[in-house]
């Protein structure tokens, strides 16, 4: 199976939160990553977390990590449509910290 | 401060031929990695040069190779390519070695090709 697993599809509504989820196999992961990608766009880094720990908070998103179920997603508050992207999940381990990434999640909001 | 440039935006290339991308790291930035992203995917790491040598590569066949110059710009390089190659390629930069969660993603290079 896929090292990194998203669902692929989300709709809100704008000003509801978001949430998306991504799921990973490799235990030895270091860093988790939120990448988010505009059309025609590259990746933009949005957020990482280390896994030795639970949560990371930066203004509207929202990170939670569960690690004995290999569990990641990410919360956005009050979504707006400039939030309309693909988001990609990411971990990185070992010495080089070279992300695996998941097929992206699109988020569409709509008004 | 510029970010990460790739060139050409496009391209087109029929099955067989050969194709060179090219990318600027971003200032200060050491080290470039190499992304393939197919339609609907996410991307996969082909190779990272830091210091002009290969640091790392990903599970792409030797006619995928590149390289790094002195003032840290990379390229590319497909030979022989075959239609599952169309993809946009992106490369990324960062200022130290291994260091994923700094790395600056350029727009990327859309190769189609028929």
């Known amino acids: 199976g896929e090292d990194v697993e998203q669902s692929l599809f989300l709709s809100v509504r704008e000003g509801d939160s978001s949430v998306i989820n991504c799921t990973y196999t490799?235990?030895?992961?270091?860093?988790l990553y939120w990448y988010k990608q505009e059309p025609g766009a590259g990746l933009q880094l949005l957020t990482y977390?280390?896994?030795?720990?639970d949560m990371k908070q930066d203004q509207r998103l929202t990170v939670l990590l569960n690690k004995k179920d290999k569990h990641l997603s990410l919360r956005i508050a009050d979504t707006q449509t400039g939030d309309s992207a693909i988001y990609f999940c990411a971990e990185g381990s070992g010495g080089s910290y070279i992300p695996t990434f998941g097929r992206g999640t699109s988020l569409i909001v709509h008004p | 401060e510029t970010g990460v440039t790739q060139s050409p935006t496009h391209l087109i290339k029929t099955r067989g031929q050969q194709v060179t991308l090219r990318c600027s790291s971003q200032s200060g930035h050491n080290t470039v990695s190499w992304y393939q992203q197919a339609l609907g995917q996410g991307p996969q790491f082909i190779f990272q040069?830091?210091?002009?040598?290969?640091?790392g590569r990903g599970n792409f066949p030797p006619r995928f190779s590149g390289l790094q110059f002195p003032n840290y710009s990379s390229e590319l390089n497909v030979n022989a390519l075959e239609l599952d190659d169309s993809a946009l390629y992106l490369c990324?930069?960062?200022?130290?070695?291994?260091?994923?969660?700094?790395?600056?993603f350029g727009p990327g290079t859309r190769l189609t090709v028929t």
């Open positions: 977390i280390f896994s030795n720990m």
């Open positions: 990324a930069s960062s200022p130290t070695r291994g260091e994923g969660y700094e790395q600056y």
């Open positions: 040069y830091y210091r002009e040598e290969e640091n």
């Open positions: 490799d235990s030895s992961s270091t860093y």
